[in-house]
């Protein structure tokens, strides 16, 4: 009985361990699932809750890192305004940025998950 005891805690300890330092994940991977789609669809369906930090870049200043990556799209929008919006949860977070395309008025054009530790 308590070696059953002592293997389930171990057991806990190290999924909690991998849940909480998120070893499962790279550090920072695409959303691709979101990319493309709507806006609306992101908020509703993939996060359900209100974003922890939003804010707008103009795509025509000059962006830091961690927004830099939106320039490759650059060609599919149609207003230099994006929104970017950041979901924070005990691991990692999720950004999303989100532009006035051909396509749709709020498309997703980037998604990213990244772990807290990331310094971009």
């Known amino acids: 009985m308590k070696k059953l005891i002592v ?3 171990i057991i ?28 609306d ?3 509703k369906k993939y996060f359900q809750t209100d974003p922890n930090r939003q804010y707008k870049v103009n795509i025509n200043d ?10 490759n799209k650059k060609e599919i929008l ?3 305004i994006v929104h970017v919006f950041t979901w924070h ?6 950004t999303i940025w ?9 498309q997703v054009i980037d ?6 530790n990331v310094q971009f």
């Not at 998604?111 to 807290?116: E, F, H, L, P």
């Open 7 to 9: 293997i389930l805690s």
């Open 12 to 39: 806990i300890v190290g999924l909690t361990s991998s849940w909480y330092f998120d070893i499962w994940n790279e550090p920072v991977k695409t959303i691709d699932e979101l990319i493309g789609r709507n806006f």
């Open 41 to 43: 669809y992101a908020h």
């Open 62 to 71: 000059n962006l830091n890192e961690f927004d830099g990556g939106i320039l």
């Open 78 to 80: 149609t207003d230099s």
């Open 89 to 94: 949860y005990t691991s990692h977070k999720k």
């Open 98 to 106: 989100v532009g006035r395309t051909e396509k749709m008025e709020s």
């Open 111 to 116: 998604a990213i998950r990244y772990s807290n």
